[in-house]
């Protein structure tokens, strides 16, 4: 009798306990299923939005088999031999950051200098630069650097106003010098004075004054050779200084300091090459292509509501790269400047401490204000007050600025934070005052952290509409802004506005193939921020 | 001689570093006192005219008014535009919390670390994706995938602006209720535990409850970011306030409706720039806004700092 009931019970506990398992069970999968609920919806909307854009549907089979053996099947065999190595995997991801960021950066500075007018860039760079670089000198020469630190920032102020003053005089003369002499002067010299350097502190002075000298030549001889052949020297000038020579600077000191790894190199190689093979290939056996939205056109062109094979987004792309550019002038400075106060500086007792106390749940509420409201605060500052035009750059560049400001603050804040309070007690034990505390040891360790936050700040400006359409910025224009003080136009209201259109191939050609556009320099910005935040993240 | 001015040079120099380090100081304290001037300066560019604005447009007419119909009827009643903003936030509200939620305590409790160092930045993408680009989304694939499911859902309607900005604000919800999970002491799971509970028990007995205000937090702020957000609603929504329907709840999501922030975007959107009642109604409206959300940052605010005190 004992044992039965012993039995029954034992049984009846077991089905408890594997139905208190199954509960459990069941609640984990629920759980992952709730993490995962927006971003699989969200990835699916993403690959509604890219089939829309590229059109994979009107292109051949063949045209799949083609870059299926050009380009994804090596690229795929390369990753997979690239991933049990890492060496190998490390220098591959250097070399892909290379190559794909001296590309990238070589197009935005032509891009950027074009619209702005290049004798004009040139100007204010020659003039704000010329002053600093004197003082620097100077600092290189003499022991005692007391004033030398106040001076470069006032020496750019300086130089600021000296290029304003002389603006009128100076512009003409500038003028009658061949475009590609401003590029060469913009992007060739600080290149080789870079390359200059880096060798120079590897390698010794003279080697340094070699390979400066080389990129120096090498941009001429690119330039002598386009003027020779009767093309424009200076987009070939542009990439010459801005991809080939960092790249090759990159990748040459990996093949060369890192035998291991050397093979990694190949990768965006690989990559690259395989879609020209595959290019080749299809123009040659003449492959029907996909109609694709993602074309030359839409980078290049300007936007036609009418023709959507025509309508392109250049004034727009470019529009949004110079606005959110200045407001990284704009908005970091202060923006740091009020992190480092709030952690470096301000008690935490007294009145003062109270202060801050207030500063940072204001900062806490700021970042909650909604967007809109931001664009009402930029009109009625930048239209009214300071009456400036409709929809120019300053204006939307300082309504954004104030909207990432408490972003900004936030996150250096925390990366002032995270540096360990050991560092500044052994500066100061060293004698260092604050300043130089924070300039030589806080800063530099908390550069990482704060450049994570940073880069985040300007992929959320980068997508921002509704401050913009309040202050009035044109949804539609057919050039990029000519400066500070012209009218321009961005990316995400170009989508807005052309989400009325109706048309099919507007609907779901165009549109979502500037999505796409928005969408990769959006993540391109998040994925940069999170390989530093993965890559400096772990130190402490 | 020469030591003298020697040290009268060093003194001249060390007076120099002193004021230099306290000019430095100024500096950035000025930095983080402009946060308040972009403050101060909200409430004075909103107020001036939304206050010219209820001199002409009474207020009581502003705030009970049943029909918003700035340009044609001179109708300038906020409730439509605020049952629009209330049907998305609700809403929104419904698909985000419990699912941000969930989201948290998987990645709290759960989640191994490799899996969390995928998932918590495939999250943040989801707040991170431009507006524009959910309301299109929202316009052109999510309204006419759910228009075979209810044919009666209108070309723009509230249902699929309520989806992408529940979507938008999953992240606002699991990023700062995981940090007040993880902040719940290791003891206390320990304990229960100990008791015999089981994971599950121990996450939502004991976990959860713990952590309570830094959850209703994270609730407020994302309501209040739902509240604020523009263009998402404003393209999928349409530009037709509507009171809300009784009883037949289901059509206040199938209709199309105005919120507020659309109603902002109409207005400046139109070409009358500058002048009149209907500009600053923007104002007004804008004030109306800043006012909700701010009052709910605020709460959550308090809300947060106590539950900070408790371990």
Same mark, same amino acid.
């Given at each position: 009798?004992?044992?039965?009931?012993?039995?029954?019970?034992?049984?009846?506990?077991?089905?408890?306990?594997?139905?208190?398992?199954?509960?459990?069970?069941?609640?984990?999968?629920?759980?992952?299923?709730?993490?995962?609920?927006?971003?699989?919806?969200?990835?699916?909307?993403?690959?509604?939005?890219?089939?829309?854009?590229?059109?994979?549907?009107?292109?051949?089979?063949?045209?799949?088999? /083609?870059?299926?053996?050009?380009?994804?099947?090596?690229?795929?065999?390369?990753?997979?031999?690239?991933?049990?190595?890492?060496?190998?995997?490390?220098?591959?991801?250097?070399?892909?950051?290379? @190559?794909?960021?001296?590309?990238?950066?070589?197009?935005?500075?032509?891009?950027?200098?074009?619209?702005?007018?290049?004798?004009?860039?040139?100007?204010?760079?020659?003039?704000?630069?010329?002053?600093?670089?004197i003082v620097v000198a100077y600092d290189r020469t003499t022991d005692d650097r007391t004033f030398t630190g106040p001076a470069i920032p006032a020496s750019i102020v300086v130089g600021l106003a000296v290029a304003a003053l002389l603006y009128d005089v100076v512009r003409g003369p500038i003028g009658i010098a061949a475009e590609w002499i401003m590029y060469f002067g913009l992007v060739t010299v600080p290149a080789a004075l870079l390359i200059?350097?880096?060798?120079?502190?590897?390698?010794?002075?003279?080697?340094?004054?070699?390979?400066?000298?080389? @990129?120096?030549?090498?941009?001429?001889?690119?330039?002598?050779?386009?003027?020779?052949?009767?093309?424009?020297?200076?987009?070939?000038?542009?990439?010459?200084?801005?991809?080939? /020579?960092?790249?090759?600077?990159?990748?040459? #000191?990996?093949?060369?300091?890192?035998?291991?790894?050397?093979?990694?190199?190949?990768?965006?190689?690989?990559?690259?090459?395989?879609?020209?093979l595959g290019a080749a290939v299809v123009g040659q056996f003449g492959i029907q292509n996909p109609d694709t939205f993602l074309?030359?056109?839409?980078?290049?062109?300007?936007?036609?509501?009418?023709?959507?094979?025509?309508?392109? @987004?250049?004034?727009?792309?470019?529009?949004?790269?110079?606005? /959110?550019?200045?407001?990284? /002038?704009?908005?970091?400075p202060v923006g740091i400047g009020a992190a480092i106060y709030l952690e470096e500086y301000a008690p935490d007792s007294g009145l003062r401490?109270?202060?801050?106390?207030?500063?940072?749940?204001?900062?806490?509420?700021?970042?909650?204000?909604?967007?809109?409201?931001?664009?009402?605060?930029?009109?009625?500052?930048?239209? #009214?007050?300071?009456?400036?035009?409709?929809?120019?750059?300053?204006?939307?560049?300082?309504?954004?600025?104030?909207?990432?400001?408490?972003?900004?603050? @936030?996150?250096?804040?925390?990366?002032?934070r995270a540096v360990p309070d050991a560092l500044r007690q052994g500066s100061y034990g060293m004698g260092a005052s604050r300043w130089q505390t924070l300039r030589e040891v806080v800063l530099p360790e908390a550069i990482p952290g704060t450049l994570t936050g940073t880069i985040l700040a300007l992929a959320r400006a980068i997508g921002e509409t509704a401050p913009l359409v309040i202050i009035a910025v044109a949804t539609t224009k057919y050039s990029p802004p000519s400066g500070l003080f012209s009218s321009a136009t961005a990316l995400p209201l170009q989508i807005f506005a052309a989400s009325a259109n109706a048309k099919p191939e507007f609907r779901h050609g165009v549109v979502p193939a500037a999505a796409v556009v928005l969408l990769i320099l959006m993540l391109l910005m998040n994925a940069t921020a999170i390989v530093i935040r993965n890559k400096y993240g772990r130190e402490h | 001689m020469s030591s003298e001015s020697n040290e009268t040079a060093s003194l001249q120099r060390s007076g120099f570093v002193v004021r230099k380090e306290r000019l430095y100081g100024r500096l950035i304290a000025a930095c983080a006192v402009?946060?308040?001037?972009?403050?101060?300066?909200?409430?004075?560019?909103?107020?001036?005219?939304?206050?010219?604005?209820?001199?002409?447009?009474?207020?009581?007419?502003?705030?009970?008014?049943?029909?918003?119909?700035?340009?044609?009827?001179?109708?300038? *009643?906020?409730?439509?535009l605020i049952s629009g903003t209330l049907i998305v936030t609700v809403c929104s509200a419904v698909i985000a919390l419990p699912i941000g939620l969930a989201a948290a305590v998987y990645l709290s409790e759960y989640a191994s670390d490799k899996a969390r160092s995928i998932l918590k930045p495939s999250l943040e993408i989801l707040a991170g994706v431009p507006t524009v680009i959910y309301g299109y989304m929202a316009l052109v694939y999510i309204t006419p995938a759910f228009k075979g499911v209810f044919p009666s859902l209108r070309t723009f309607n509230a249902l699929s602006a309520s989806i992408v900005v529940g979507i938008m604000i999953i992240p606002m919800v699991s990023s700062i209720s995981e940090d007040a999970l993880s902040a719940v002491p290791d003891s206390l799971r320990?304990?229960?535990?100990?008791? *015999?509970?089981?994971?599950?028990?121990?996450?939502?007995?004991?976990?959860?409850?713990?952590?309570?205000? *830094?959850?209703?937090?994270?609730?407020?702020?994302?309501?209040?970011?739902?509240? *604020?957000?523009?263009?998402?609603?404003?393209?999928?929504?349409?530009?037709?306030?509507?009171?809300?329907?009784?009883?037949?709840?289901?059509?206040?999501?199938?209709?199309?409706?105005?919120?507020?922030?659309?109603?902002?975007?109409?207005?400046?959107?139109?070409?009358?720039?500058?002048?009149?009642?209907?500009?600053?109604?923007?104002?007004?409206?804008?004030?109306?806004?800043f006012a909700i959300t701010l009052t709910m940052n605020v709460f959550a605010e308090l809300v947060r700092r106590r539950f900070r005190e408790e371990y």
């Open positions: 009798m004992a044992t039965e009931e012993s039995t029954s019970d034992g049984l009846g506990r077991s089905t408890a306990l594997r139905l208190q398992h199954l509960k459990g069970r069941l609640f984990e999968v629920a759980l992952v299923a709730a993490t995962l609920v927006g971003i699989v919806s969200l990835l699916a909307l993403f690959a509604q939005i890219s089939i829309d854009a590229f059109q994979p549907g009107s292109a051949s089979p063949t045209w799949f088999l /083609v870059y299926l053996g050009t380009l994804v099947a090596p690229t795929a065999a390369f990753t997979l031999y690239a991933r049990r190595r890492p060496a190998v995997r490390e220098t591959n991801a250097k070399a892909f950051a290379a @190559v794909f960021g001296g590309l990238l950066l070589s197009f935005v500075t032509y891009a950027v200098v074009d619209s702005l007018s290049p004798y004009d860039v040139f100007t204010y760079v020659f003039f704000t630069s010329l002053p600093p670089a200059g350097t880096l060798t120079a502190s590897r390698r010794g002075r003279r080697s340094g004054v070699v390979a400066g000298g080389s @990129v120096i030549v090498g941009g001429l001889a690119v330039a002598v050779a386009s003027i020779v052949t009767g093309t424009n020297a200076a987009f070939p000038v542009v990439l010459f200084s801005a991809f080939v /020579v960092p790249t090759g600077y990159v990748l040459w #000191r990996s093949v060369r300091t890192d035998p291991e790894g050397r093979v990694g190199v190949a990768g965006p190689f690989v990559l690259l090459g395989g879609t020209l074309t030359p056109t839409l980078l290049l062109e300007s936007w036609d509501g009418l023709r959507a094979n025509n309508a392109g @987004v250049y004034p727009q792309i470019v529009g949004s790269i110079i606005i /959110v550019g200045f407001m990284a /002038v704009l908005a970091f401490g109270r202060l801050a106390t207030l500063l940072e749940i204001n900062i806490s509420n700021l970042a909650g204000v909604p967007s809109v409201v931001y664009g009402l605060l930029g009109l009625a500052l930048f239209r #009214r007050t300071l009456g400036f035009g409709t929809g120019i750059v300053f204006s939307a560049a300082g309504t954004l600025g104030l909207l990432i400001l408490p972003i900004v603050i @936030v996150s250096t804040q925390e990366a002032l | 402009l946060t308040i001037v972009v403050t101060v300066g909200i409430i004075l560019a909103l107020s001036g005219r939304a206050l010219s604005f209820w001199s002409q447009i009474s207020p009581i007419a502003y705030f009970t008014g049943t029909s918003w119909s700035p340009v044609i009827a001179q109708n300038y *009643g906020v409730l439509p320990q304990g229960g535990y100990g008791l *015999g509970s089981t994971k599950f028990d121990v996450s939502t007995k004991i976990v959860v409850p713990s952590a309570t205000s *830094g959850i209703v937090a994270s609730y407020v702020l994302a309501i209040s970011r739902a509240i *604020g957000e523009t263009m998402a609603v404003t393209m999928a929504m349409g530009m037709s306030p509507q009171m809300p329907y009784f009883p037949d709840l289901f059509r206040n999501l199938a209709e199309s409706g105005q919120t507020i922030t659309a109603a902002m975007v109409q207005i400046a959107n139109a070409d009358s720039l500058g002048t009149g009642p209907t500009y600053e109604a923007m104002f007004a409206l804008g004030m109306t806004l």
